[in-house]
């Protein structure tokens, strides 16, 4: 998938943008589209990555971590539905 919105490639980033890239980075070393579209403005990545991180890695959570990211996952499924609908709610 490719975003629509200009992003700054890792070669490019420096100062603040590199140590937020590298703090929003995946345990397999890579940056997801959504963190990577924030390069243009570095402290809404931080806010998000800080966000993210502080909803759904927190130690005080009691629902495993697979669970989490499946209902942090649902509304964008739940909207790609109802687009397959027109927008309209199914009567099924």
């Known amino acids: 998938m490719t975003a629509w919105i200009e992003m700054i490639d890792d070669t490019q980033a420096n100062g603040r943008l590199k140590d937020l890239l590298d ?3 995946t345990p397999h070393g890579t940056v ?3 963190m990577r579209i924030h390069s243009l403005r570095p402290e809404t990545m931080n806010g ?3 966000l993210y991180r502080s909803v759904l890695h927190s130690k005080d959570n009691v629902l495993p971590f697979w669970f989490l990211e499946i209902v942090a996952s649902y509304p964008e499924l739940f ?3 109802r687009k397959s609908f027109g927008g309209r709610r199914s009567s099924c």
Do not use: P
């Open 48 to 50: 998000h990555v800080t």
């Open 32 to 34: 997801d589209t959504v």
């Open 23 to 25: 703090k929003a980075r």
């Open 79 to 81: 909207m790609k539905r």
